[in-house]
């Protein structure tokens, strides 16, 4: 079955919303329009349920319930338990967080690994443990189709406690074997820690197959409010030391987020399986389980994805003055799809606004993916970025809006 794409464009307000009439969006790996169901229910809760959750009051009951809601659908989507699924502000404030726990965790002269593929908030706060005596060996992308090779995180590996690499990177777009990298990590006695945000908009995933000790991805990429979302195995989230209050140790949901919750945006969270559910039922998924949900909208986002992309990067390889970034096979990638053209991409995606196509400039804060490519971050790539809502309609405007600037 293909995915009902005008079902999933009357989910999200922003494709009936006159001030953006007539432009198409293409830059999604930034953050994506919010579904309907997460807008109501922060409506909702700002208006009925604005007080501090989890006391006995009617509205604070429901704020607090509806907070758990959104911990537990997602877990069950993730396939995980509810107490493994953290929310903070963002992932880089998470990953800052784990980073300070891994600080405390590890001991000097012990190895970690980081990849230069990664956006730099899964990576910077790695290499900083350098300050605390940790080793930190870099897993570098092949500078001609920036994939991350497997035979050089075999020779990286002895010794190593944690590999933390992306599903997929925001200018490469290729999908990382997640699952074989963790078997190998995990064979070696390390932990992984893997960044989804660039994937997860494309599907949630199943956290136990892909085998990832945690799993990161950000809200407001997948429909949702702006939030970072973390899963924490309980094997591991136990026994790295807490970073919140030492009296909420003994929780595994508090123990990464110092930050203390918006419980506003937490609770919208549960939109966002609202509208998974709603998605998969429209397509006759409505019996499959949380899991099963999520799945079959996943292969359904993938599907039409995919349909669409390959055109889009077949029209890109035919011309000579771009260089597509990651892998020209759009089976093998993410529709997150960076640009090299001599030009500089904010000049182009400015060009391109003119045209009615809102891309996005710059480097994307994947500074080093680009070095490591010969891309000066200064001159930045052009990113074109889309998602299952995004049509055939706008992709041939897209195309023939980079047909006059390119
Ligand atoms: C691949 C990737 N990882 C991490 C991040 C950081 O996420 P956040 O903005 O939630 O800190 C981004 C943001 O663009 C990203 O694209």
Redesign the pocket.
Known sequence: MDLDVDFVRAQFPAFAEPSLAGQAFFEN??GSYTCQPVIDRLTRYYHQRKVQPYAPYEASRLAGAEMDEARARLAAMLGVDGDEVSFGP????NTYVLAQAFRQFLQPGDAIIVTNQD?E??TGPWRRLEQAGIEVREWQIDPTTGHLPLERLAGLLPGAKLVCF?HA??VVGEVNPVAEIGLMAHEAGAITCV?G??YVPHGFPHVPTLGADIYLF?AYKTYGPHQ?IMVIRRALGMRLPAQGHYFNADVLYKRFTPAGPDHAQVAACAGMADYIDALAAHHGGAGLSAQGRAQLAHDLMRAHETALLQPLLDYLTSRNEVRVLGPHDAAQRAPTVALQTGRRGADLARELAAQGIMAGGGD??AVRALTAQGVDPDKGVLRLSFVHYTSQGEVDQLIGALDRVL
């Open positions: 790996a930034g963002s992932t880089s404030a956006h908030a899964n992306p990177s925001n960044d945000v660039s950000s970072g994307f804060y």
